[in-house]
T-cell receptor, first 114, second 114 residues
Framework: KNQVEQSPQSLIILEGKNCTLQCNYTVSPFSNLRWYKQDTGRGPVSLTI?????NTKSNGRYTATLDADTKQSSLHITASQLSDSASYIC?????????????FGKGTRLSVIA | DAMVIQNPRYQVTQFGKPVTLSCSQTLNHNVMYWYQQKSSQAPKLLFH???????NEADTPDNFQSRRPNTSFCFLDIRSPGLGDAAMYLC?????????????FGSGTRLTVV
């Protein structure tokens, strides 16, 4: 069964600190993995998209890694800001998906406090 | 800017009273999706349109219907909303064959059933 598991479920960090969110998946055949940021009450916003051949991709203070062998990904947030408080969702699509649905993780709820 | 727009942002409806949520896109994407997202859960796909072809998920209740009169617009109709239908409804678009293009989500409509 295609699944995406994220950890931790929630995380509280102090402003300015770094953090790393984890994503493990069993989707096969794999096509790409996406990280989204979802603010409370809003739709998800794409942070990164990574294909099979990519190991690392950065978007500002966000750096995503992908290990296709172990089927793991991480999202590292550097120098966190209060505005980083949101849910971070890992989404994996299958090579066969085309127009068919993505597999969503349940997200990690990040709270950045002053 | 090209985008996916959902209206309204917040919708309150009475138990059993039909309600329609709307989604429009300027991306000219072939595929449009409707997701239901309940609190602290991953989005759940309800159905999607590939151009004019409608694809219903097996576990989507009959209470939910959709219309896509043209490429730009897609509607979600809930014929007789129940209390359990209160959720965030997300519209998304994608273009098959361009898997590196992230799915683009709208900001969502928060539905409250009273």
């Amino acid at each position: 069964k295609n699944q995406v598991e994220q950890s931790p479920q929630s995380l509280i960090i102090l402003e300015g600190k770094n953090c790393t969110l984890q994503c493990n998946y069993t989707v096969s055949p794999f096509s790409n993995l996406r990280w989204y940021k979802q603010d409370t009450g809003r739709g998800p916003v794409s942070l990164t998209i990574m294909t099979f051949s990519e190991n690392t991709k950065s978007n500002g203070r966000y750096t995503a890694t992908l290990d296709a062998d172990t089927k793991q990904s991480s999202l590292h947030i550097t120098a966190s800001q209060l505005s980083d408080s949101a849910s971070y969702i890992c989404v994996v699509s299958s090579r066969n998906s085309g127009n068919t649905p993505l597999v969503f993780g349940k997200g990690t709820r990040l709270s950045v406090i002053a | 800017d090209a985008m996916v727009i959902q209206n309204p942002r917040y919708q309150v409806t009475q138990f059993g009273k039909p309600v329609t949520l709307s989604c429009s896109q300027t991306l000219n994407h072939n595929v449009m999706y409707w997701y239901q997202q309940k609190s602290s859960q991953a989005p759940k796909l309800l159905f999607h349109y590939y151009d004019k072809d409608f694809n219903n998920e097996a576990d989507t209740p009959d209470n939910f219907q959709s219309r896509r009169p043209n490429t730009s617009f897609c509607f979600l109709d809930i014929r007789s909303p129940g209390l359990g239908d209160a959720a965030m409804y997300l519209c998304a678009t994608s273009e098959p064959g361009h898997l590196l293009y992230g799915y683009t989500f709208g900001s969502g409509t928060r539905l409250t059933v009273v």
